[in-house]
């Protein structure tokens, strides 16, 4: 391992936000200054980097798909309602709303994303918004119904995305939430968050911050869903595979993504990246030749109906 000491963040010649500055994913709002301080702008801590929709296709979007159906099963959304989807990224749930019959509004704060999603995912029956998660520009009860899928843990204040969401649904209507298991079922994750914090402090203070909350851990969001007011409150699990065709496959989509290990990987100086790759690739390996791995990636998946 190299003795050469990077900056934990940002990477050289990379300017910092000031706290008001800094937007962060899918809610479009600017942050306190106490807030940013404590939360988003500790050195090492980046926010998530929603600005290339066709990274996050590859990242995460093709993996969306797969989560889609059993997870809009779960939320029992139904033929001819009118949905708002949170956080909808490039709208791979927007669109399988509406593939059920809906009519669907896919609000997400990066502009980005709501590109790629214009371009790939349109339908007459879908409107997307630029909005914010924390503050949603709609009346009260003006929805059937409101979901949102992997967008809740990088919202910096979620309680008031959860209060946004009852809000907007009509009284009787069922409020949808899904986030990754970060501690016990993101192995595709987890293979190279806990390599890499052996070799490196960022990865070690990642992993500290990213693992530890409470709401991507088992019942932490129906934690939140019953502090919110919902009724009738369910968690449950939802299984999906992440298969990747190589190492190559595999490593690219998590070391040039738009995660807080994607830009740390990139931070750091050459070598111990290189070093990290080198025992990730073991890992994936495990003695057998590269090729095809299918990982178990565990959803969260919480509803509740609004009183």
């Known amino acids: 391992m190299d003795d050469e000491v990077a900056p934990l963040w940002p990477p050289t010649g990379v300017a910092v936000a000031t706290p008001n500055d800094l937007l962060w994913h899918q809610t479009g709002s600017t942050l306190s200054a106490h807030k940013a301080e404590n939360e988003v702008m500790r050195p090492s801590i980046p926010a998530f980097a929603a600005t290339d929709p066709d990274i996050y296709e590859r990242f995460m979007g093709r993996w969306s798909a797969r989560m889609a159906d059993p997870f809009l099963s779960f939320a029992g959304v139904e033929s001819g309602q009118r949905v708002l989807d949170v956080g909808c990224g490039t709208g791979t749930i927007t669109l399988a709303l509406v593939q059920r019959g809906c009519t669907a509004v896919g609000v997400d704060a990066s502009e980005a994303y709501l590109a790629g999603a214009r371009h790939r995912r349109s339908h007459p029956a879908i409107t997307y918004e630029h909005g914010d998660a924390q503050s949603l520009a709609h009346a009260t009860a003006s929805f059937d119904a409101?979901?949102?899928?992997?967008?809740?843990?990088?919202?910096?204040?979620?309680?008031?995305?959860?209060?946004?969401?009852?809000?907007?649904?009509?009284?009787?209507?069922?409020?949808?939430?899904?986030?990754?298991?970060?501690?016990?079922?993101?192995?595709?994750?987890?293979?190279?968050?806990?390599?890499?914090?052996?070799?490196?402090?960022?990865?070690?203070?990642?992993?500290?911050?990213?693992?530890?909350?409470?709401?991507?851990?088992?019942?932490?969001?129906?934690?939140?869903?019953?502090?919110?007011?919902?009724?009738?409150?369910?968690?449950?699990?939802?299984?999906?595979?992440?298969?990747?065709?190589?190492?190559?496959?595999?490593?690219?989509?998590?070391?040039?993504?738009?995660?807080?290990?994607?830009?740390?990987?990139?931070?750091?100086?050459?070598?111990?990246?290189?070093?990290?790759?080198?025992?990730?690739?073991?890992?994936?390996?495990?003695?057998?030749?590269?090729?095809?791995?299918?990982?178990?990636?565990?959803?969260?998946?919480?509803?509740?109906?609004?009183?």
């Open 146 to 307: 409101s979901v949102s899928l992997l967008a809740i843990d990088v919202i910096p204040e979620p309680e008031k995305a959860a209060v946004e969401m009852r809000r907007v649904t009509r009284p009787g209507g069922v409020v949808a939430c899904g986030t990754s298991d970060f501690g016990g079922g993101n192995y595709s994750f987890l293979m190279l968050l806990d390599i890499g914090a052996v070799f490196d402090d960022g990865f070690r203070t990642l992993r500290e911050y990213l693992l530890p909350r409470s709401l991507v851990r088992p019942n932490g969001q129906a934690q939140l869903w019953r502090q919110t007011g919902f009724t009738d409150v369910v968690e449950v699990p939802i299984v999906v595979n992440f298969d990747y065709e190589s190492f190559d496959d595999y490593w690219t989509s998590q070391a040039t993504g738009p995660t807080r290990t994607a830009q740390r990987l990139q931070a750091m100086p050459v070598d111990r990246r290189d070093e990290i790759q080198h025992h990730v690739r073991l890992a994936y390996l495990y003695g057998a030749p590269d090729g095809p791995r299918s990982y178990a990636h565990i959803i969260r998946a919480v509803r509740g109906i609004v009183p």
